[in-house]
């Protein structure tokens, strides 16, 4: 054969790159490997895999973050030595767990490879055209349920979840997961357009993130917007932008989501005042007589009776707590119940994460229901699953965010312990803070992930940190370059 296949692929991606001046990597990378589906991510990995299986072999491993080998080679020893379990279960999830690891370490090395080999304009097109696809995406997602409930603002039919207010949880852009992850990584380009003083994708940026109707990630975004006007260098233009951006926000929720507005500002007060939320709206729909919790109990009485749950349900207060300050409760406890678990934690998988909640079959993945063994630890199940449980089983206005157990931080400290979540801030933030421009965008982007972090699990997800590490990357290539532009002059 005159050509091997890594030869026929190489020149068809610098055809393609050079004739649409975009890298065809990145776009697998941000369109498909991003992707909620386990099994789509695994395909656009295989794919990108082969487009840089040249270049992975050039390119030092050690320039790229450590705490994505450290993390997983120590939890091959706690395989083995702590709380060993060698089930059918408890073995499939730890390859795949493994395989999350392993795949995040290629994702973020292909990620410094292509910026790296990458003219800065090809790199800006092929971010620019995922911006466009999300916001396509974003934009048929409304238009979809606009033609369901039959109106041209579903935001303020009143109508019940998943429409009315709620309509935003459904616009999940590109991802095809959870309305948060599009929300979020909306935020992070937002702020990247806002510093590039680049108003057109500036917007195209922050709509998908309006039509979620997050108001967490929207709150988040103010306050990045806050930070990167302190940090820059250019304030009087970043100024200008996160005006303009406040003018749009405040707009939208007034005259297109007033319902949300109202909600958001009621949770504020109830958060700076310490009182529980006393929304009158939701308390309108329920018996009057009884109060929240017993409602809520009720709900969840009747709903045990129809279901296939054997075993009962733990009953929360998420009246006066919500399920994710219990959460953090637990967490500490557990962490407190062992020195081994302290500085170790529970293990991949066994106490708070995306592979806990797969295989223990509370979620829909069909892959990890139907065709992998169950598995789930006894820690698992008697703290963070037993809160989740009680949520989805209890009455819908207990259904969002501040009541689910979902965060980063339950999971680097209570499956890797005070290790893990050393290694994340030592071996992952301090990487890039330490060779990023500080009077950039970078500095915004880490409080903008570590505000993310407290709602869902964002390290084996593949999708926000990718976002994030490519910005980064972008970041110090430039400071690079201006450098060595300084040293040359």
């Known amino acids: 054969m005159p050509y091997s296949t890594n030869h026929l692929i190489q020149v068809f991606k610098n055809k393609f790159s050079d004739k649409f001046n975009i890298d065809i990597s990145l776009i697998v990378l941000l369109c498909v490997v991003t992707q909620h589906s386990f099994l789509i991510k695994c395909f656009g990995i295989f794919i990108i895999i082969l487009l840089n299986f040249r270049s992975l072999w050039t390119i030092n491993i050690f320039k790229i973050p450590f705490f994505y080998t450290i993390i997983p080679s120590l939890e091959i020893l706690k395989f083995f030595f702590l709380d060993p379990d060698f089930s059918n279960g408890h073995i499939a999830q730890f390859l795949i767990g493994t395989f999350y690891w392993l795949v995040s370490l290629i994702i973020c090395w292909i990620i410094y490879v292509r910026v790296q080999e990458n003219e800065q304009n090809i790199t800006e097109r092929s971010l620019q055209l995922f911006v466009l696809l999300n916001l396509i995406f974003s934009i048929t997602q409304i238009a979809h349920i606009c033609f369901i409930e039959g109106v041209i ?20 852009g590109i991802f095809h997961g959870v309305h948060i992850t599009n929300a979020f990584v909306s935020v992070l380009l937002t702020i990247y357009y806002t510093y590039r003083r680049n108003i057109r994708f500036m917007l195209f940026a922050l709509f998908p993130l309006l039509l979620c109707c997050s108001n967490y990630a929207t709150i988040v975004l103010v306050i990045g917007l806050g930070i990167l006007i302190l940090v820059s260098s250019d304030r009087k233009h970043v100024l200008k932008f996160s ?9 939208f929720y007034c005259f297109i989501t007033p319902q949300n507005a109202t909600y958001t500002a009621t949770k504020i007060t109830s958060i700076l005042g310490r009182k529980p939320i006393n929304n009158e709206q939701y308390i309108a729909s329920l018996d009057k007589k009884n109060n929240i919790l017993k409602v809520a109990q009720t709900t969840l009485s009747k709903k045990n009776e129809d279901s296939n749950i054997q075993k009962p349900i733990k009953v929360y207060d998420f009246v006066t707590k919500s399920g994710k300050s219990t959460s953090y409760k637990q967490t500490v406890n557990f962490l407190a119940s062992q020195p081994k678990y302290l500085f170790l934690g529970a293990g991949m998988g066994r106490f708070s994460s995306s592979l806990a909640f797969d295989f223990s079959g509370v979620t829909n993945h069909l892959l ?41 931080y339950n999971q680097l400290l209570g499956e890797y312990g005070l290790i893990g979540i050393a290694s994340f801030f030592i071996l992952y933030l301090f990487y890039f803070f330490k060779r990023t421009d500080k009077k950039s965008y970078s500095i915004p982007i880490i409080i903008v992930v570590l505000f993310a972090f407290n709602i869902n699990y964002y390290i084996e997800s593949i999708n926000l940190l990718v976002f994030y590490e490519l910005l980064s990357f972008i970041n110090i290539k430039e400071k690079w370059f201006k450098q060595k532009q300084a040293d040359a002059n």
């Open 368 to 408: 990890f229901k139907n065709h992998l063994p169950h598995y789930e630890s006894k820690i698992f199940t008697e703290n963070h699953k037993s809160i989740y449980l009680f949520m989805l089983n209890s009455n819908i206005i207990f259904h969002s965010e501040s009541n689910k157990p979902l965060s980063t």
């Open 153 to 172: 603002n579903p935001y303020n039919t009143g109508h019940a979840h998943p429409y009315g207010m709620s309509s935003g949880d459904m616009i999940n």
């Open 243 to 251: 005006l303009l951006i406040a003018t749009i926000i405040v707009g």
